[in-house]
């Protein structure tokens, strides 16, 4: 079907219509059932589609029911970017059109002092949130023997937790924040071995690898609500080489209105043997059933 069409005119004579004669309202009422990308690609068609593509009513529906809530988080993100000196991005504000937040909101916001993160997928508007091995308690972090932080650029936060060898394994953390309304899951992002490059090539050193099929790691997951989960696994020495998300549970946010706690750990406490080469990175929180790109994902 074309894009052009024969219509009869007022005068009796027939013309020639086309998707440049459709009113922007109607255009915006067919976006709505479009994602974000989709309606990006459309707004190049001519100026009606352009014009509706950056209307507020279409992107209001795929904002965040939160939205307020995470662009403010991400005002005082830019704020405090920009009082450093080193703000290189546009500032968002509550008074900036619906595609503008939608936009700012796909770029990651960090937040609790740079050590945590957020950000919306930019195909369905769900919201992300990856935690640093820095915002949880781990134990025995400051004794060198045990641990050290490796920077990485394989890391979001640029840093891992390194553990060489330790008999008791506890890692901690919590977040507390406003969830738009939805089903998430939790996950441990680990890797066995110590990766590093050489001459451009990543390598993985694994020498201290040892102890994680003895005796399976258990992971843990509880909210303010009392809605808990626990999974374990065994990490084996086949599964070095690569970063893997750990699925420790799910949770669901009924009220965007009420800040959510989380509590979630990782435990491998069996004194009876050491164990050691993994590296922790970080927590990743995403909507249940998005699975990131090349992720590798372990679940029970």
């Known amino acids: 079907m074309g894009a052009g069409s024969s219509i009869l005119g007022a005068d009796g004579e027939w013309g020639e219509t086309s998707l440049g004669d459709m009113p922007e309202s109607c255009v915006a009422a067919v976006l709505l059932y479009l994602d974000p990308p989709e309606i990006c690609q459309v707004a190049r068609l001519n100026r009606a589609f352009r014009g509706a593509a950056s209307a507020d009513c279409v992107w209001a529906v795929k904002l965040p029911a939160n939205y307020r809530y995470l662009a403010a988080l991400a005002a005082a993100a830019d704020d405090e970017v920009h009082d450093d000196g080193d703000g290189n991005g546009k500032r968002i504000s509550l008074a900036a059109t619906k595609k503008e937040i939608y936009?700012?909101?796909?770029?990651?916001?960090?937040?609790?002092?740079?050590?945590?993160?957020?950000?919306?997928?930019k195909n369905k508007g769900g919201l992300c949130i990856s935690i640093s091995s820095k915002a949880m308690t781990i134990t025995g972090i400051v004794d060198r023997r045990y641990w050290s932080h490796?920077?990485?650029?394989?890391?979001?936060?640029?840093?891992?937790?390194?553990?060489?060898?330790?008999?008791?394994?506890?890692?901690?953390?919590?977040?507390?924040?406003?969830?738009?309304?939805?089903?998430?899951?939790?996950?441990?992002?680990?890797?066995?071995?110590?990766?590093?490059?050489?001459?451009?090539?990543?390598?993985?050193?694994?020498?201290?690898?040892?102890?994680?099929?003895?005796?399976?790691?258990?992971?843990?997951?509880?909210?303010?609500?009392?809605?808990?989960?626990?999974?374990?696994?065994?990490?084996?020495?086949?599964?070095?080489?690569?970063?893997?998300?750990?699925?420790?549970?799910?949770?669901?946010?009924?009220?965007?209105?009420?800040?959510?706690?989380?509590?979630?750990?990782?435990?491998?406490?069996?004194?009876?043997?050491?164990?050691?080469?993994?590296?922790?990175?970080?927590?990743?929180?995403?909507?249940?059933?998005?699975?990131?790109?090349?992720?590798?994902?372990?679940?029970?």
């Open 150 to 300: 490796l920077a990485t650029e394989e890391s979001r936060f640029h840093s891992v937790a390194y553990l060489q060898q330790i008999w008791w394994l506890e890692v901690d953390g919590e977040l507390e924040f406003c969830f738009p309304p939805g089903s998430y899951s939790l996950f441990f992002h680990l890797h066995l071995g110590r990766p590093y490059r050489r001459r451009g090539r990543r390598l993985c050193a694994t020498e201290h690898v040892h102890g994680w099929d003895v005796t399976p790691t258990r992971f843990q997951l509880s909210t303010s609500d009392e809605q808990q989960a626990t999974s374990e696994y065994y990490l084996h020495l086949h599964e070095q080489g690569g970063w893997k998300l750990y699925h420790v549970g799910d949770f669901v946010i009924s009220n965007s209105d009420e800040p959510m706690k989380l509590k979630f750990s990782m435990m491998q406490i069996d004194c009876t043997h050491t164990k050691g080469g993994l590296c922790v990175d970080s927590v990743f929180i995403y909507p249940k059933g998005y699975k990131p790109e090349r992720a590798n994902i372990v679940c029970m």
């Open 103 to 121: 936009a700012r909101l796909c770029r990651p916001t960090r937040f609790d002092a740079g050590i945590k993160e957020f950000w919306i997928l």
